[in-house]
T-cell receptor
Framework: LAKTTQPISMDSYEGQEVNITCSHNNIATNDYITWYQQFPSQGPRFIIQGYKTKVTNEVASLFIPADRKSSTLSLPRVSLSDTAVYYC?????????????FGKGTMLLVSP | ETGVTQTPRHLVMGMTNKKSLKCEQHLGHNAMYWYKQSAKKPLELMFV???????ENNSVPSRFSPECPNSSHLFLHLHTLQPEDSALYLC?????????????FGPGTRLTVL
């Protein structure tokens, strides 16, 4: 069971690039890394998923080093509306859902 | 986001009441989930249904009773709840039942137990 560790909170300013790192030292060979975003009083929303190297979509990029023991979610030029909690999840698609936990996430606060 | 809808959005109930939360997904997915999110706590997975069959029950007290009549609808029946059950209850769905499948969440039901 791959546990994840993220910073509790981060602060940034509008227009800056934000990088949130997640540690998952005991990630298994078949595990994928998924990031979700949650605004207050709303359900989480999928951002990006990856297995290795780099994945990019219209919202973010996900960097995964060769050893896969960590991953970094990169948000380019954040705005005030990016203020939210960001969750890193690790799962292999075959294990039971009891192994998929959202954790406490990282609270990102973007200021003007 | 209208793919997953939840009703009601807010619910206040006494400890002796019986109420139900409803979730409906319009995405053609086969798996549905109930989560609980208490103030300042992580999301807690409660139940998982895959093709209408319950595949996960994370030691949830029996005062919470799920029902999944078909792949598009999920209910959470509540009875004799406690004040500590006050929380945001989130429903989600995914295409399949794998933990790597993207989950689509509803807006949640804010439950207050008096």
């Amino acid at each position: 069971l791959a546990k994840t560790t993220q910073p509790i909170s981060m602060d940034s300013y509008e227009g800056q690039e934000v990088n949130i790192t997640c540690s998952h030292n005991n990630i298994a060979t078949n595990d994928y890394i998924t990031w979700y975003q949650q605004f207050p009083s709303q359900g989480p929303r999928f951002i990006i998923q990856g297995y290795k190297t780099k994945v990019t979509n219209e919202v973010a990029s996900l960097f995964i080093p060769a050893d896969r023991k960590s991953s970094t979610l990169s948000l380019p030029r954040v705005s005030l509306s990016d203020t939210a909690v960001y969750y890193c999840l690790v799962g292999d698609g075959n294990s039971g859902y009891s192994t998929l936990t959202f954790g406490k996430g990282t609270m990102l606060l973007v200021s003007p | 986001e209208t793919g997953v809808t939840q009703t009601p959005r807010h619910l206040v109930m006494g400890m002796t009441n019986k109420k139900s939360l409803k979730c409906e997904q319009h995405l053609g997915h086969n798996a549905m989930y109930w989560y609980k999110q208490s103030a300042k706590k992580p999301l807690e997975l409660m139940f998982v249904y895959n093709f209408k069959e319950q595949t996960e029950n994370n030691s949830v007290p029996s005062r919470f009773s799920p029902e999944c009549p078909n792949s598009s609808h999920l209910f959470l029946h509540l009875h004799t709840l406690q004040p500590e059950d006050s929380a945001l209850y989130l429903c989600a769905s995914s295409q399949g039942g794998r933990t790597t499948d993207t989950q689509y969440f509803g807006p949640g039901t804010r439950l207050t137990v008096l």
